[in-house]
């Protein structure tokens, strides 16, 4: 299946840690090339998304966010060090009754740092889950990228119809252009009243005969068309074999309009740069 470069996808992961939402996108480029948006606690998760990137993908500049939302209400219960406590309150005490029995404040021996503690969020639970989302949001994005690959594939095979039609147009006339051009030599020799033997005059048309021929440039339009099928039916990354099948075709449709001495034949040529133009532009985004 063709795939395009071109393409967006978005997942949701929720769980009683909170929310995240993973957006992968991407445009064409020449190789691959990731860049990731996390937040910092998750900057971890960057190798293993890279490599997964690298496994499915061949071309395209892809970018991955990673949007995070704890949940409040999830985090641990309160715990406090009784030992640390302890300690605290009796040299407290102490101080009371050095100080005149002032009183000591609860409150205060709980902020003391390492009484009160909040039991962790288990953060390797919460990774397992973004990574399940991943991939989900990762097939969701290579299902994009494949149903535009579709309509990119839809839109050459179309062209590639328009290539054929102008060529066999092309094929159709030249005997007749062929004709047209043997009946317009006899007549300029003849108003200029010179003559030429018929062994001449078969030479001469020979040799324009050979100049006009445009069969072998033909023949390879349709090779191509043939060639550029068996590539698309073949799928997967083929976005560089088919770039170099345009420049095979524009060096055919070039030939040919060099050699064209009529303006039909000239306006078929005109059209088959259109449609090999057309077609480049958009295996610009096939992977």
Known sequence: MIHSMTAFARHEVKGEWGSATWEIRSVNQRFLETYFRLPEQFRGLEPMLRERFRKQLSRGKVECHLRFSANPAAKGKLAINQDLAMQLLEHANWLNEQTLNSQVNPFEIMRWPG?????????????ADL????????????????????????????????????ADKVKQQMPAVIEWQRTRITEKFAEAKIELDSTRLEQELVLLAQKMDVDEEIDRLFSHVKETRNILKKGGAQGRRLDFMMQEFNREANTLGSKSINADITASAVELKVLIEQMREQIQNIE
């Open 131 to 166: 990574m399940k989302g991943f991939e989900q949001g990762l097939t969701d994005f290579i299902a994009a990228r494949a149903s535009e690959g579709q309509s990119l594939k839809a839109m050459i095979e179309q062209r590639l119809t328009g290539i054929e039609t102008e």
């Open 115 to 127: 009484v009160m503690e909040a039991e962790e969020t288990d953060m390797d639970a919460v990774r």
